[in-house]
């Protein structure tokens, strides 16, 4: 029996000691996280899993990024407990937080991932968008929460400079936006 919630700014450091974990040691000097340094995760998007003992087995964070100017979601790290790999943990959390993530207005998901495992989710190799040195290409990974959201989207991931109260606000208007152009439509 697994519970899921919004991270909680207590879960910190539990959810940094899954990562270290599941990762390989110096998991921070790969190039996404020069792209998070100093950026505060998408709060809504962060999630956890628990155990029945209240255990955290399992964890995913986002953070804003750009590509060619356009707002970009980047997804992870995410990580299960090795003792609950496999239990559907994994895409329970991508599921419902790709879900959450097209009803916070965002269009367009980017990872650097193993495409057998991502491309169940609909995520599909990204030929025209650069992660910073050294990413494997064929790694970069693409996922359209609107159809045709990445159509013409390419270039640099670049990093976001805003403060989280910054990335509610255009969560905010993004919402309004869109409550908008459902009325008028
Ligand atoms: C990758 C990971 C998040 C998947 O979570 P999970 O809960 O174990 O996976 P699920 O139960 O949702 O899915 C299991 C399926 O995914 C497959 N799968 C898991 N990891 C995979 C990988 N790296 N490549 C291809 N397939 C993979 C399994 O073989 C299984 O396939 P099946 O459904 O055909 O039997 C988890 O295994 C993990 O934390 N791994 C270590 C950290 C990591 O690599 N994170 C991802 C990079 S950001």
């Known amino acids: 029996m697994y519970t899921t919630a919004q991270e909680k700014p207590e879960d910190w450091w539990e959810v940094e000691a899954l990562y270290d974990l599941c990762f390989a040691p110096g998991r921070t000097l790969l190039s ?3 792209l998070r340094e100093d950026v505060p995760p998408v709060a809504p998007l962060c999630r956890v899993a628990r155990d029945s003992t209240n255990t955290l087995v399992a964890a995913i964070r986002y953070w804003p ?3 060619g100017g356009s707002r970009v979601l980047l997804l992870g790290p995410v990580a299960v407990h090795p003792v609950t790999q496999g239990a559907g943990l994994g895409g329970l959390l991508i ?3 790709l879900h959450a993530a097209g009803e916070l207005g965002y269009e367009r998901v980017l990872l650097v ?3 057998p495992y991502y491309n ?3 995520f599909f190799h990204l030929a025209g968008v650069e992660m910073p040195p ?3 290409p064929d790694r970069v990974q693409g996922l359209e929460l609107i159809p045709g ?3 013409g989207v390419h270039g640099e991931v670049e990093k976001v400079t805003m403060t989280e109260e910054a990335v509610d606000t255009f969560v905010e208007e993004r919402n309004e936006s869109w409550e908008d152009g459902a009325t008028e439509a």
Request: no cysteine.
């Open 32 to 34: 996404s996280y020069r």
């Open 65 to 67: 990024v750009r590509v």
């Open 95 to 97: 599921r419902e937080t």
């Open 113 to 115: 991932g193993d495409p």
């Open 120 to 122: 169940r989710f609909g």
């Open 134 to 136: 050294p990413t494997n």
């Open 149 to 151: 959201a990445w159509d």
